[in-house]
């Protein structure tokens, strides 16, 4: 078994970036600039942005986050987008989800520039994505494939598995290993909450990415000898055992399927780490222009 290990992969392409990112702004004469919009007070969205926005202060970019308190309506809060889609000092716009219950999120979506929506969220993101065009691909399943390409994994050919459809993880990251590229090529299985005998799915899987959002969901009856183990799932629960007061469990039981994959990431250290990435080069892209 090999860990797929998320901290030496950020940590290498963020050093990349940072080299990336000095070049543009001695050339441009500034930085590449994320704002972030975090509506209410969940606990989990408050630790992402934050950390989104720590992690763009050491790379050189600039960043601004835009607190609501969660009553703010869905009217205020789109006109603020289109204030900084026209806003030429702002690269790249991402809008925390989710949102509360009174706010659509389709529209907010909708409402970014498609050239600032570094979330790769966007419908003309997503369609240019599975047309294999230049575009922003959303920053989990765009992290994760760095981190297969990083390992030099060959997915061709490979029966790949995902587990949930979300429209941030399982849906994309399906298109994407499904996509004529490297890493790509794979047939893909899409499996979610109204999937008939998931465990047989499961198993079929020679590359398993786990997006469902519950703790040691897959278990070692799931996965198959010799599978490449991808989890997403960032579940918190509350400790007294961590400074932060709370601990995280990905969506796969680590300790009895670690050793029956050929590859696996680990919660924490793994695919949240490359998210932050995903990010960074869409960032860096948006303000470079390359895409649009
Ligand atoms: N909530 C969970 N993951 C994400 C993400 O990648 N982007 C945004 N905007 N919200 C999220």
Not at 208 to 225: E, H, L, P, W, Y
Not at 242 to 267: M, Q
Request: hydrophobic fraction near 40%; charged fraction near 25%.
């Amino acid at each position: 078994m090999n860990i797929l290990d998320g901290k030496e992969v950020s940590t290498k392409i963020k050093e990349d970036i940072k080299v990336e990112t000095a070049a543009f702004t001695a050339a441009s004469g500034r930085k590449p600039h994320l704002v972030a919009i975090l509506v209410g007070n969940d606990g989990g969205s408050e630790t992402y942005v934050a950390s989104k926005m720590r992690n763009c202060e050491l790379v050189g970019f600039e960043s601004t986050n835009i607190r609501y308190d969660v009553e703010v309506s869905e009217a205020e809060l789109i006109a603020k987008i289109q204030e900084i889609n026209k806003d030429p000092n702002i690269d790249g716009l991402i809008v925390q989800l989710p949102l509360p219950a009174h706010i659509d999120p389709d529209k907010v979506t909708e409402a970014i520039d498609h050239r600032k929506d570094v979330d790769g969220f966007h419908p003309i993101n997503l369609g240019r994505m599975q047309r294999n065009l230049p575009c922003f691909i959303p920053a989990t399943p765009y992290g994760i494939m760095l981190m297969l390409a990083h390992y030099g994994i060959d997915t061709a050919g490979k029966h790949a598995v995902v587990v949930g459809r979300s429209n941030i993880v399982g849906s994309p990251m399906s298109i994407l290993l499904a996509r004529n590229s490297n890493p790509g090529n794979c047939t893909v299985t899409l499996t979610h909450s109204k999937t008939k005998d998931l465990k047989t799915e499961v198993l079929r899987g020679d590359i398993i990415v786990a997006a469902i959002g519950k703790k040691n969901f897959v278990t070692a009856d799931m996965v198959k000898d010799g599978a490449i183990v991808i989890d997403v799932g960032i579940n918190r629960e509350n400790s007294t055992e961590t400074k932060s007061g709370f601990k995280l469990y990905g969506d796969v039981d680590f300790d009895n399927v670690a050793p029956k994959a050929s590859w696996i990431t680990p919660v924490p250290g793994g695919v949240g780490l490359m998210t932050i990435v995903g990010l960074l080069k869409n960032t860096l892209e948006a303000a470079k222009g390359t895409i649009y």
